[in-house]
């Protein structure tokens, strides 16, 4: 293959050297920047405290190396890929179809567990016995060994539906994971050894075995009826709701039925041709495989579940308008799962699960259908036992989208494509606006491209009516929603220059976990390794795919071979990354949501994994030659070992009820047939418990298990609200923050999203704000000072006061008119003392920067006091020319000199002269802009005397204050 390789100087330049080259380049480049963004900090432009404040973590500096790391490698990319000699590989002699090839493929299987390997340094039996298997069926069989491997799994999940049965019907757990393998692989090799001495027609032999393994595969959907809890040593039953019930065997009924009817076609030797590996067999697998738990349990997380089943009951049972009463927090993704709930069940939240449930079934389907038409039965059916689907729900709209748009049959009917394009890229904004704009700016070059040839070639013309009225209804449509378009692009766009600032969560200062690379764990090098690969792996996909679109390009130059399937998913990949990564790649939380990329995972799974393999078996032996294109394929099936290790890897947000969570990826199946786990925190609805409670509308809740804890609040804001109704029947209540749930099942209208901590900027704060009826409106526990600044600082301005006997803030007005006195807030804990870490660092460092903050005119003269009391604490009084007003001074600038280490506790004069409130803080470098303001007793006093305490510095007889001033908000 010399001859399509081309040398500059001593280097070879070819697919594999541009990467290496790439990846060294950029290694080199990514260990100066992480030396560069040590020595620098955070830059903040608005008072907004998340976890870059807290941590003091210099996630701008970090957010720009990524960026910078992903233009020059795809600049380098697009160089080096035109340097590249362009080679017809289509033109490829077939000479290396001997041993060599096959004992390379055989290779190749060892790809998958080799990355789990050297990411986690560990794997499984069950792994290793798989890929030996596989290894030694495509050495083997070789040509025949793509149908055998199919046959081999085929058989396998005949097994395991049996296992599946066995624990519905007996509640017996009988094989375990290692019989089901074993049990499969001895009847395998016995079929095969005697397959092989078989007279007669083989071929009509196998595929009837074939066609009877797949019979019962379908079985595996029965596991969703599972039905068996385990709660303090007991396992019993509860009920499924009869609709589900009949839901789940009806699925599985037309399934099963879809497998005699094929099969006896293959019996009666009518369908010999086409696909020998049927969609219900694939669709069974993977739903089986990616299984997530319909269990009858309010959740545990009920801020991230909240949000999937809150927009339907505000908008559509509530009545509230989107985006201007009721704001959903991240597109309308959740009106699905709503839906689903309420019109099809009984809206109650025990039901949650269930109907989670049968809307992934939906998209399962779909994404199988779409990859079965285009893979064939066999690849998707690989693609099943190797891929999961994520509970991330918000990342199941892109593979399926780019699948559409990509077949080419719908492109070449150019009016339909427009039409799908335009309702698609609508659909996927509304469902999740963020990757709504990457798969319309993603697929817009193609788009173009599509429409001007659509006018140029007067195609127009020959649409039809139906065509016609298509597109005029979807104008319509697009016309009448587009006040709820805006208003939705307003709610997103005051969330997102908040966005590093809120939610960044910085890799670099962070130890790596303990699951990265064990084994080089005492490397000099094995942090820095950590800091590369995290920040450097998201970049490689685009940059693999720009350099994979430029050489597409350099191929078929034509514009007419550019209208297909695989320069549009080509086209598209880059962008679609890079416009997810603007929000996956900002929290980087691998303890939680993901490994090594986080949330970005979950987009890579789809758009490189899935999607990637539809290119690469479409393009790939054109575009690469077959070794490449199988060596890539390879890594394809490699990226779900890259990113996830074990099932709970994939099941962020957690679903409660699981059960294989710590189970492995491949082959570690019968955790999943256990009953569900039921934690010890959790109660389950009886008339008894129904009784202890009786404020509570258990008909919201079901008959299921709930956790006391979310009892008794329910019990006791239930109570609450109706007891304020008595005064105010236009109450309303906010809070609770990372639980809307509670807003479900209390039945209440919910001001903004029903979490007001999402919204932390000015701007974003503001459209909290406006949601707000400050006359009819109290606050339950949950609004931070810290972290909801501006928000908080509204109601302490709008005069709310705290009741202790109902532990809510309220309007000063309200107060009054329950308890005929004026409120305060000095019993709440809004004026507790607060510890805010690094924050005033954070802040004092970017004190310059800050726009939305300013130094008050006013000039005070501060008599400052430093006294020594023990070797290690100091203490700093502060006394001030005239009173400080708190209202208009939300800020204490002071730098101090030669503080080394140590933590602060600020204090304060209230308005009767004695100490009052006071908020702590690390004194990091000594420059610290503290945010006094977050206690109330600031803000609603003038202050003459401040007193500092530091304590744990060294050498506190050195230290000196340079400068003290007052900041305050624009």
Avoid at 250 to 272: D, E, S, Y
Avoid at 598 to 623: D, M, T, Y
Avoid at 788 to 797: A, D
């Amino acid at each position: 293959m010399g001859h399509h390789k081309k040398k500059t100087g001593f280097i070879t330049w070819n697919i594999w050297t541009i990467f290496l080259f790439i990846i060294l380049v950029l290694s080199i480049a990514c260990m100066g920047g992480i030396a560069w963004v040590r020595q620098n900090y955070h830059s903040f432009q608005d008072f907004i405290v998340g976890e870059v404040a807290y941590t003091g973590t210099n996630k701008s500096g970090e957010w720009i190396l990524f960026w910078a790391l992903l233009v020059s490698g795809c600049v380098l990319a697009v160089i080096l890929a035109c340097v590249e000699k362009r080679h017809e590989y289509g033109k490829e002699s077939g000479k290396e179809n001997g041993r060599r090839k096959w004992l390379f493929l055989a290779l190749l299987c060892f790809l998958p567990m080799l990355t789990h390997l050297v990411i986690y340094g560990r794997t499984t039996d069950i792994m290793i016995m798989l890929t030996a298997m596989t290894a030694g069926i495509v050495l083997i069989y070789r040509e025949k060994s793509l149908y055998m491997a199919a046959l081999y799994l085929c058989l396998y999940f005949a097994v395991e539906s049996a296992a599946v049965l066995a624990a519905l019907v007996f509640h017996v757990y009988v094989l375990g994971d290692y019989g089901v393998l074993l049990a499969s692989a001895c009847i395998f090799i016995i079929l095969s050894c005697l397959l092989h001495r078989l007279p007669g027609d083989k071929k009509k032999f196998y595929e009837r075995l074939l066609a009877v393994l797949q019979i019962p595969v379908p079985a595996l959907l029965l596991i969703y009826l599972k039905d068996q809890y385990a709660y303090e040593g007991y396992t019993f039953q509860v009920n499924f709701p009869r609709r589900y019930v009949v839901i789940v065997c009806c699925l599985t009924a037309i399934m099963a039925a879809c497998q005699l009817i094929k099969a006896a076609g293959v019996f009666r030797g009518k369908t010999t041709s086409g696909k020998r590996i049927w969609f219900p067999t694939v669709f069974s697998t993977f739903a089986f495989i990616s299984y997530m738990p319909p269990a009858m349990l309010v959740q545990s997380d009920l801020h991230h579940h909240g949000e999937q089943i809150l927009p339907w009951q505000q908008i559509v049972m509530l009545g509230q308008k989107a985006y201007e009463e009721y704001s959903p927090a991240s597109g309308l993704f959740p009106m699905l799962t709503g839906a689903v709930n309420s019109l099809v069940f009984h809206g109650r939240a025990v039901e949650y699960g269930i109907s989670y449930v049968l809307v992934a079934l939906l998209v399962e389907s779909i994404i199988i259908y779409l990859l079965y038409i285009r893979l064939g039965g066999e690849w998707t059916f690989f693609a099943a036992v190797v891929f999961h689907m994520p509970v991330y729900c918000r990342t199941w709209i892109l593979l399926p989208v780019l699948l559409i748009l990509s077949e080419g049959h719908l492109i070449k009917k150019r009016g339909r494509w427009l039409l799908c394009w335009v309702f698609l890229c609508f659909l996927s904004g509304l469902y999740y606006p963020l990757f709504g704009v990457a798969l319309l700016l993603g697929t817009f070059p193609f788009g173009a491209i599509q429409l001007i040839e659509f006018i140029r070639n007067r195609e127009w013309k020959e649409s039809r009516w139906p065509e016609w009225l298509s597109g005029g209804g979807l104008l319509l449509m697009i016309g009448l929603l587009t006040p709820l378009l805006y208003r939705m692009a307003k709610h997103v766009l005051s969330l997102a220059g908040q966005s590093i600032d809120a939610d960044g969560m910085a890799v670099i200062g962070n130890e790596p976990p303990g699951w990265f690379m064990p084994y080089l764990s005492h490397w000099k090098g094995y942090e820095q390794l950590y800091y590369i690969l995290r920040i450097l792996l998201g970049s490689l996909f685009v940059i693999m795919a720009v350099y994979f679109l430029v050489r597409y390009l350099k191929v078929n130059k034509e514009r007419r071979k550019l209208l297909n399937g695989q320069f549009l998913l080509l086209g598209s990949i880059p962008a679609v990354l890079c416009i997810c990564y603007t929000y996956t790649m900002v929290c980087m939380d691998e303890d939680w949501v993901g490994n090594l990329l986080s949330r970005s995972g979950h987009v890579i799974l789809f758009v490189c994994g899935l999607a990637g393999l539809v290119v690469l078996f479409e393009a790939g032996k054109e575009l690469l030659g077959r070794k490449n294109q199988a060596l890539l394929i390879a890594m394809a099936f490699s990226i779900p070992f890259l990113l996830f290790y074990e099932c709970g890897d994939y099941g962020f947000p957690f679903l409660e009820g699981a059960t294989d969570g710590e189970s492995y990826v491949i082959g570690e199946y019968s955790a999943k047939l256990q009953p569900y786990e039921v934690k010890s925190s959790y109660v389950m609805v009886t008339d008894e418990i129904k009784g202890q409670y009786p404020h509570v509308d258990f008909d919201r809740i079901g008959d299921g298990f709930i956790e006391l804890e979310t009892l008794q609040h329910l019990d006791k804001y239930a109570f609450i609200y109706e007891y304020l109704r008595q005064y105010d029947e236009q109450i309303e209540m906010l809070g609770f923050e990372q639980s809307q749930f509670y807003y479900f099942l209390l039945n209440e209208k919910a001001v903004y999203s029903g979490r007001t901590a999402i919204a932390k900027s000015r701007k974003a704060s503001e459209a909290v704000i406006t949601a707000i009826d400050p006359e009819h409106t109290v606050v339950r526990q949950g609004i931070s000072t810290l972290e909801q600044y501006y928000l908080y600082r509204f109601f302490v301005q709008a005069g709310y006061v705290y009741s202790e006997e109902l532990g809510i803030y309220m309007p000063g007005s309200l107060y009054r008119q329950i308890y005929g006195c004026d409120g305060s807030l000095a019993g709440s804990t809004w004026a507790q003392p607060s510890d805010c870490g690094l924050v005033a660092d954070a802040f004092g460092k970017s004190l310059d920067s800050m726009e939305t903050c300013e130094k008050t005119q006013e000039d005070i003269e501060n008599d400052i006091n430093i006294q020594v009391s023990d070797e290690n604490t100091a203490a700093v009084r502060i006394e001030t020319s005239r009173p400080v007003d708190g209202g208009k001074a939300d800020f204490l600038y002071i730098r101090l000199k030669n503080v080394q280490g140590g933590k602060m506790a600020v204090s304060f004069n209230g308005p009767d002269g004695e100490g009052g409130g006071g908020v702590s803080c690390d004194c990091g470098d000594g420059s610290l802009l503290i945010p006094v303001g977050t206690n109330p007793l600031w803000l609603l006093s003038s202050h003459t005397r401040i007193d500092i305490r530091i304590e744990g510095c060294k050498r506190p007889q050195d230290i000196t204050v340079e400068e003290v001033s007052y900041y305050h908000l624009k």
